[in-house]
Protein backbone atom coordinates (compact mmCIF):
# COMPACT_ATOMS: atom_id res chain seq x y z
CA UNK A 1 0.00 0.00 0.00
CA UNK A 2 1.29 3.47 -1.25
CA UNK A 3 1.85 5.90 1.59
CA UNK A 4 0.45 9.06 1.72
CA UNK A 5 2.03 11.70 -0.01
CA UNK A 6 3.86 14.41 2.23
CA UNK A 7 2.31 17.46 2.94
CA UNK A 8 3.44 20.63 1.70
CA UNK A 9 3.39 22.11 5.15
CA UNK A 10 4.99 21.58 7.76
CA UNK A 11 4.02 19.45 10.86
CA UNK A 12 1.93 21.54 13.13
CA UNK A 13 2.83 22.77 16.07
CA UNK A 14 1.07 21.83 18.70
CA UNK A 15 0.43 24.33 22.03
CA UNK A 16 -1.49 27.11 23.12
CA UNK A 17 -2.13 30.48 21.58
CA UNK A 18 -0.80 33.52 23.25
CA UNK A 19 -3.96 34.69 25.46
CA UNK A 20 -5.26 37.72 24.18
CA UNK A 21 -4.05 41.03 25.87
CA UNK A 22 -0.55 39.34 27.26
CA UNK A 23 2.44 41.59 26.04
CA UNK A 24 5.34 39.86 25.00
CA UNK A 25 9.18 40.52 25.79
CA UNK A 26 9.46 44.34 26.59
CA UNK A 27 10.47 46.56 24.01
CA UNK A 28 13.41 48.63 24.46
CA UNK A 29 13.02 52.78 24.99
CA UNK A 30 13.06 54.52 21.29
CA UNK A 31 15.34 56.46 20.35
CA UNK A 32 12.49 59.16 20.13
CA UNK A 33 11.51 58.99 23.84
CA UNK A 34 15.39 59.44 24.92
CA UNK A 35 15.91 62.69 22.84
CA UNK A 36 12.36 64.07 24.15
CA UNK A 37 14.18 63.45 27.73
CA UNK A 38 16.78 65.09 26.62
CA UNK A 39 15.37 68.49 25.27
CA UNK A 40 12.63 68.27 28.37
CA UNK A 41 16.11 68.41 30.76
CA UNK A 42 17.58 70.83 28.61
CA UNK A 43 14.31 73.27 28.67
CA UNK A 44 14.42 72.84 32.22
CA UNK A 45 18.30 73.53 32.36
CA UNK A 46 17.53 76.78 30.99
CA UNK A 47 14.88 78.18 32.90
CA UNK A 48 16.69 77.36 35.63
CA UNK A 49 19.50 79.46 34.47
CA UNK A 50 17.16 82.04 33.27
CA UNK A 51 15.74 81.83 36.81
CA UNK A 52 19.16 82.44 38.16
CA UNK A 53 20.24 85.33 36.19
CA UNK A 54 16.80 87.18 36.44
CA UNK A 55 17.54 87.09 40.06
CA UNK A 56 20.79 88.05 39.99
CA UNK A 57 19.98 90.98 37.41
CA UNK A 58 16.52 92.12 39.58
CA UNK A 59 18.52 91.87 42.73
CA UNK A 60 20.98 94.09 41.29
CA UNK A 61 18.96 96.61 40.30
CA UNK A 62 17.14 96.74 43.33
CA UNK A 63 20.45 97.53 45.51
CA UNK A 64 21.55 99.79 42.43
CA UNK A 65 18.21 101.69 43.37
CA UNK A 66 18.46 101.78 46.70
CA UNK A 67 22.26 102.80 46.91
CA UNK A 68 21.60 105.66 44.51
CA UNK A 69 19.15 106.65 46.86
CA UNK A 70 21.23 106.73 49.85
CA UNK A 71 23.59 108.27 47.81
CA UNK A 72 21.20 111.09 47.29
CA UNK A 73 20.71 111.12 50.61
CA UNK A 74 24.03 112.23 51.58
CA UNK A 75 24.76 114.36 48.30
CA UNK A 76 21.60 116.46 50.16
CA UNK A 77 23.86 116.30 53.22
CA UNK A 78 26.64 117.71 52.05
CA UNK A 79 25.32 120.42 50.34
CA UNK A 80 24.43 121.72 53.58
CA UNK A 81 28.13 121.62 54.35
CA UNK A 82 29.10 124.94 53.91
CA UNK A 83 26.34 126.24 55.47
CA UNK A 84 27.09 124.57 58.52
CA UNK A 85 31.00 125.57 58.58
CA UNK A 86 29.77 129.21 58.05
CA UNK A 87 27.40 128.99 60.95
CA UNK A 88 30.72 127.65 62.64
CA UNK A 89 32.77 130.32 61.62
CA UNK A 90 29.74 133.18 63.05
CA UNK A 91 29.17 131.37 66.02
CA UNK A 92 33.32 131.50 66.94
CA UNK A 93 33.56 135.36 65.60
CA UNK A 94 30.53 136.01 68.17
CA UNK A 95 31.85 134.16 71.17
CA UNK A 96 35.37 136.20 70.73
CA UNK A 97 33.36 139.34 71.22
CA UNK A 98 33.80 137.95 75.00
CA UNK A 99 37.42 139.41 75.20
CA UNK A 100 36.60 142.76 73.83
CA UNK A 101 33.28 143.86 74.16
CA UNK A 102 32.75 146.83 77.08
CA UNK A 103 29.40 147.46 76.04
CA UNK A 104 27.03 145.40 78.24
CA UNK A 105 23.85 145.85 76.00
CA UNK A 106 25.51 146.03 72.34
CA UNK A 107 27.03 142.12 74.41
CA UNK A 108 23.30 140.89 75.23
CA UNK A 109 22.42 141.62 71.36
CA UNK A 110 25.66 139.72 69.88
CA UNK A 111 23.94 137.02 72.96
CA UNK A 112 20.91 136.87 71.40
CA UNK A 113 22.45 136.39 67.63
CA UNK A 114 24.49 133.17 69.19
CA UNK A 115 20.84 131.65 70.41
CA UNK A 116 19.42 132.38 67.23
CA UNK A 117 21.87 131.10 65.23
CA UNK A 118 22.96 128.35 67.66
CA UNK A 119 19.03 127.03 67.05
CA UNK A 120 18.84 127.61 63.41
CA UNK A 121 22.17 125.02 63.69
CA UNK A 122 20.12 122.47 65.99
CA UNK A 123 17.26 122.30 63.78
CA UNK A 124 18.62 123.05 59.82
CA UNK A 125 19.55 119.64 59.11
CA UNK A 126 16.12 118.02 60.13
CA UNK A 127 14.95 117.11 56.69
CA UNK A 128 18.53 115.89 55.86
CA UNK A 129 18.41 113.66 58.83
CA UNK A 130 15.36 112.16 57.51
CA UNK A 131 16.60 111.60 54.53
CA UNK A 132 19.26 109.42 55.47
CA UNK A 133 16.83 107.90 57.87
CA UNK A 134 15.05 106.48 55.09
CA UNK A 135 17.41 105.22 52.84
CA UNK A 136 18.93 103.81 55.40
CA UNK A 137 16.03 101.98 56.08
CA UNK A 138 15.28 100.74 52.72
CA UNK A 139 18.97 99.23 52.07
CA UNK A 140 17.89 95.98 54.34
CA UNK A 141 14.49 96.19 52.25
CA UNK A 142 14.63 92.83 50.43
CA UNK A 143 17.43 91.17 51.27
CA UNK A 144 16.47 87.73 50.17
CA UNK A 145 16.73 89.72 46.43
CA UNK A 146 19.80 91.65 47.01
CA UNK A 147 22.01 89.31 49.26
CA UNK A 148 24.57 89.47 46.23
CA UNK A 149 24.93 92.91 46.50
CA UNK A 150 25.12 92.67 50.63
CA UNK A 151 28.95 94.11 50.54
CA UNK A 152 27.85 97.36 48.77
CA UNK A 153 25.13 97.85 50.72
CA UNK A 154 26.54 97.69 53.93
CA UNK A 155 29.31 100.21 52.74
CA UNK A 156 26.68 102.53 51.96
CA UNK A 157 24.95 102.16 55.08
CA UNK A 158 28.29 102.57 56.73
CA UNK A 159 28.20 106.05 54.64
CA UNK A 160 25.50 107.16 55.79
CA UNK A 161 25.96 105.95 59.59
CA UNK A 162 28.71 108.64 59.79
CA UNK A 163 26.61 111.51 58.22
CA UNK A 164 24.35 110.80 61.04
CA UNK A 165 26.93 111.23 63.47
CA UNK A 166 27.99 114.50 61.32
CA UNK A 167 24.51 115.92 62.12
CA UNK A 168 24.65 114.66 65.56
CA UNK A 169 28.12 116.66 66.33
CA UNK A 170 26.05 119.88 64.82
CA UNK A 171 23.17 119.07 66.68
CA UNK A 172 25.23 118.82 70.25
CA UNK A 173 27.02 121.80 69.11
CA UNK A 174 24.00 124.19 68.46
CA UNK A 175 22.39 122.53 72.22
CA UNK A 176 25.89 124.16 73.89
CA UNK A 177 25.63 127.04 72.10
CA UNK A 178 22.34 127.75 72.93
CA UNK A 179 23.26 127.13 76.39
CA UNK A 180 26.33 129.45 76.32
CA UNK A 181 23.67 132.52 74.47
CA UNK A 182 21.48 131.96 77.28
CA UNK A 183 24.11 132.23 79.64
CA UNK A 184 26.07 135.35 78.18
CA UNK A 185 22.40 137.19 78.04
CA UNK A 186 22.08 137.02 81.36
CA UNK A 187 26.05 138.05 82.09
CA UNK A 188 25.92 140.50 79.69
CA UNK A 189 22.73 142.05 81.34
CA UNK A 190 24.17 141.65 84.96
CA UNK A 191 27.06 144.09 83.14
CA UNK A 192 23.86 146.56 81.97
CA UNK A 193 22.73 146.64 85.60
CA UNK A 194 26.39 147.41 86.99
CA UNK A 195 26.79 150.31 84.32
CA UNK A 196 23.57 151.31 85.94
CA UNK A 197 24.30 151.32 89.29
CA UNK A 198 27.73 153.33 89.00
CA UNK A 199 26.01 155.86 86.67
CA UNK A 200 23.39 156.51 89.39
CA UNK A 201 26.11 156.12 92.42
CA UNK A 202 27.74 158.55 90.67
CA UNK A 203 24.92 160.75 90.63
CA UNK A 204 24.07 160.03 94.16
CA UNK A 205 20.93 158.86 93.45
CA UNK A 206 20.47 156.77 96.17
CA UNK A 207 17.08 155.26 95.39
CA UNK A 208 18.34 154.90 91.77
CA UNK A 209 21.26 153.49 93.08
CA UNK A 210 19.24 150.72 95.49
CA UNK A 211 17.13 149.55 92.17
CA UNK A 212 20.00 149.46 90.32
CA UNK A 213 21.92 146.92 92.76
CA UNK A 214 18.60 145.02 93.62
CA UNK A 215 18.08 144.42 89.71
CA UNK A 216 22.02 143.64 89.81
CA UNK A 217 21.98 140.92 92.16
CA UNK A 218 18.83 139.17 90.65
CA UNK A 219 20.59 139.04 87.30
CA UNK A 220 23.79 137.94 88.55
CA UNK A 221 21.77 135.08 90.10
CA UNK A 222 20.43 133.68 86.85
CA UNK A 223 23.68 134.37 85.37
CA UNK A 224 25.04 132.19 88.02
CA UNK A 225 22.13 129.51 87.44
CA UNK A 226 22.44 129.56 83.69
CA UNK A 227 26.59 129.25 83.99
CA UNK A 228 25.65 125.72 85.30
CA UNK A 229 24.11 124.72 81.72
CA UNK A 230 27.15 125.84 79.81
CA UNK A 231 29.76 122.96 79.75
CA UNK A 232 33.46 124.24 79.42
CA UNK A 233 32.74 127.48 81.36
CA UNK A 234 36.28 129.00 81.75
CA UNK A 235 36.86 129.40 85.38
CA UNK A 236 37.81 132.72 85.13
CA UNK A 237 34.50 134.01 84.07
CA UNK A 238 32.31 131.90 86.64
CA UNK A 239 34.91 133.48 89.21
CA UNK A 240 34.24 137.08 87.69
CA UNK A 241 30.27 136.17 88.60
CA UNK A 242 31.11 135.57 92.00
CA UNK A 243 33.44 138.82 92.38
CA UNK A 244 30.53 141.06 90.89
CA UNK A 245 27.69 139.12 93.55
CA UNK A 246 30.18 140.11 96.25
CA UNK A 247 30.51 143.95 95.01
CA UNK A 248 26.43 143.77 94.46
CA UNK A 249 25.97 142.49 98.19
CA UNK A 250 28.75 145.32 99.63
CA UNK A 251 27.51 148.21 97.91
CA UNK A 252 24.12 147.01 99.20
CA UNK A 253 25.60 146.82 102.47
CA UNK A 254 27.25 150.31 101.99
CA UNK A 255 23.88 151.55 100.85
CA UNK A 256 22.21 150.24 103.90
CA UNK A 257 24.91 152.18 106.29
CA UNK A 258 24.05 155.41 104.42
CA UNK A 259 21.04 155.39 104.96
CA UNK A 260 21.10 154.39 108.74
CA UNK A 261 23.44 157.15 109.86
CA UNK A 262 26.43 154.15 110.39
CA UNK A 263 29.31 155.16 110.06
CA UNK A 264 31.17 152.01 111.55
CA UNK A 265 29.28 150.13 108.88
CA UNK A 266 29.56 152.24 105.91
CA UNK A 267 33.43 152.81 106.37
CA UNK A 268 33.46 148.54 106.63
CA UNK A 269 31.43 148.53 103.31
CA UNK A 270 33.54 151.11 101.94
CA UNK A 271 37.21 149.00 102.43
CA UNK A 272 35.10 145.53 101.10
CA UNK A 273 34.43 147.67 97.86
CA UNK A 274 37.84 149.08 97.47
CA UNK A 275 38.91 145.42 97.69
CA UNK A 276 36.13 144.14 95.34
CA UNK A 277 36.64 146.85 92.52
CA UNK A 278 40.34 145.78 92.48
CA UNK A 279 39.13 142.15 91.68
CA UNK A 280 37.15 143.24 89.04
CA UNK A 281 39.60 145.12 87.55
CA UNK A 282 41.93 142.38 87.60
CA UNK A 283 39.69 140.46 85.61
CA UNK A 284 41.40 139.96 81.85
CA UNK A 285 38.40 139.05 79.40
CA UNK A 286 40.57 137.56 76.96
CA UNK A 287 41.76 134.38 78.88
CA UNK A 288 38.34 132.78 79.11
CA UNK A 289 36.98 134.26 75.34
CA UNK A 290 40.53 131.99 74.39
CA UNK A 291 39.21 128.78 76.33
CA UNK A 292 35.61 128.96 74.91
CA UNK A 293 36.82 129.35 71.47
CA UNK A 294 39.26 126.24 71.76
CA UNK A 295 36.60 124.20 73.43
CA UNK A 296 34.05 124.61 70.29
CA UNK A 297 36.33 124.11 67.68
CA UNK A 298 36.41 120.68 68.70
CA UNK A 299 32.65 120.17 66.98
CA UNK A 300 33.59 121.89 63.81
CA UNK A 301 36.44 119.29 63.37
CA UNK A 302 34.40 116.35 64.25
CA UNK A 303 31.70 117.07 61.75
CA UNK A 304 34.16 117.34 58.79
CA UNK A 305 35.82 114.42 60.27
CA UNK A 306 32.55 112.76 59.98
CA UNK A 307 31.36 114.47 56.79
CA UNK A 308 34.77 113.58 54.88
CA UNK A 309 34.11 109.09 55.91
CA UNK A 310 30.29 109.84 54.58
CA UNK A 311 31.55 111.28 51.27
CA UNK A 312 34.69 109.21 50.56
Do not use: C
Amino acid sequence: MASAPASEYGAPAFGYPTPYGHAGAPAQPSASRNLRTMIAAGILIVVLLLGIMGYVFAGYLVAASRISAAAGAINTLDSRRSYVNTTFDLLDQQAATLGTQTDGSVGKATAGSIVTESEGLRSGLAGADQGLVAARTHLNDQQWLTSLSQGRLTAEAARIDHGRKAIATVRAAGAEYVFLGHFLQDYYQALVDLDALITDATANDVSGSAGAVGSLKDDLTKALQSSANVAGLPIELHDRLLNLQTFANDFGNLLNAYLNRDQAAYDAADKALTADTAKLKAYDPAAPAAKIKSYYQHYRADFNQEMDKATA
